[in-house]
Structure formats: C-alpha cells, structure tokens
C-alpha cells in the first residue's frame, strides 16, 4: 500500500496521559500536514512540515502538543497531559510541491478518546 | 465571516436529481479551491479542483467566482453512491513566502435516496 498510513487508528487514553501517533506520507511527499476533525466539522489545521522543516503552526496547536518530522519522511505528533477536549480524530496528509493545486492524500486517521 | 462558509444541509435528493452546493470563502487572497467528498468515518479525498474557468468531470461541475469569493459544485443525475459530506477547501495563500495551509469548511452533507 503506497497511501498515507497512520498509525494506531484508534487511541483511548485516560485524561492527564500522553499519547504519540505516527503518520507515514507518500514516500516521494515533502510536504506532511496534521489536522485535527471533530463530530459535525471540517478537519481543522494544525500544522504543516515541508521535508524537516516545520513552516507552520495553528493557534489550535497549545504548548501541550508538539510535532515532529525528523528525517523529513515519517512524522509523531504527541499530545501531553490529555484533556477530554483533545478528542478526536488526527488525520495526517502529505502533498508533492511545488503546483498550489497540489492534492493533499489524507490518511485513515487516529481516532483519540479521552476518558 | 468564517474562512470558508458552507450550508451543512443535509441535503435529501432522490436518485436522478441534480444538487448544487455553495461555498464562499473569505481570503480574496486564496489562490487554489478545491472540493473533497469525506464519506462517513472516513479520510476525504480529492473530488476535483476548482478553477477559474470552471471544471467539468462527468457528472460534476465546479465553478469559481472570484469577484465574489463563491465556489460551486453541481452534481447532475445523482447516484446512491454519491451520498458523503462535500468539503470546500480553500488554500490560504500568505503574500509573499505562500502557504499550503489549506483551509476546510464544515461540509455539506448529501443524501440520495431510492
């Protein structure tokens, strides 16, 4: 399978725990994006790497999450000290530069809850 | 005004109908639209791209009206299979450096019944 793989897919935490989810992009994508998707809603930005190079971050994105692409290729994002309003799910997209009208392929997601 | 508006329906047409959804967006500055289908508890995918000189592929045709800020997409003679929530995406273009941000709304959901 040559898609966008996240991984787990499903995550239930009890409040106060960290969690870390991994995405693996297209292999030739330099561009890995994380968003976040609640019940009713759009999937809301959090942030964007293009290889290594984290270019930007969302307001949504507080001190208690951090985000990583080491190698420019897979990707974590950690939650630390979950709260109840950190559930939902964390789709992972990684895009080719450099055409704007570049498709993003999301991945199947990891579904957060915290209890 | 949020960045990217849609009406959330549902829209419940029967098979065979043709629906038209709307989109308007805030930005004057987006530079690329497109729109994605997200079915239930699904990722969204690509549907189409949306350009200025509007787009056709098959049953779908997506327009842009940029003095407007509005994008839309009809679907013309609907299938059971075509029953998801549409996503307007814009992409929020910075001056200068540019951003591949892109920015969903909350999605409209369709319905095609038998």
């Known amino acids: 399978d040559t898609g966008v793989s996240q991984d787990p897919r499903h995550k239930i935490t009890k409040r106060g725990q960290n969690v870390t989810f991994r995405c693996d992009p297209i292999?030739?994508?330099?561009?890995l994006y994380w968003y976040r998707q609640t019940l009713g809603q759009g999937p809301e930005f959090l942030t964007y790497?293009?290889?290594?190079?984290?270019?930007?971050k969302s307001r949504l994105l507080s001190d208690r999450f951090s985000a990583e692409r080491p190698k420019g290729s897979f990707s974590t994002l950690e939650i630390q000290r979950t709260e109840q309003g950190d559930s939902a799910m964390y789709l992972c997209?990684?895009?080719?530069?450099?055409?704007?009208?570049?498709?993003?392929?999301f991945g199947q997601g990891t579904r957060l809850t915290v209890v | 005004r949020k960045e990217v508006e849609q009406d959330p329906g549902p829209f419940n047409v029967p098979e065979g109908a043709t629906v038209a959804f709307n989109c308007t967006y805030s930005?004057?500055?987006?530079?690329?639209f497109f729109w994605y289908r997200q079915d239930c508890r699904k990722e969204p995918k690509l549907l189409m791209s949306?350009?200025?000189s509007g787009n056709e592929d098959g049953r779908f045709t997506a327009q842009l009206n940029r003095a407007s800020q509005y994008i839309s997409l009809l679907i013309r003679d609907s299938k059971l299979s075509d029953s998801a929530t549409y996503l307007c995406?814009?992409?929020?273009?910075?001056?200068?450096?540019?951003?591949?941000?892109?920015?969903f709304g909350k999605g409209t959901k369709l319905s095609v019944i038998p």
């Open positions: 997209a990684s895009s080719l530069e450099p055409a704007l009208n570049t498709e993003a392929f």
């Open positions: 292999s030739e994508h330099n561009r």
């Open positions: 790497f293009q290889n290594e190079a984290q270019l930007e």
């Open positions: 930005n004057s500055a987006s530079q690329s």
């Open positions: 949306v350009y200025s």
């Open positions: 995406v814009v992409n929020k273009a910075y001056s200068g450096a540019g951003s591949y941000q892109l920015t």
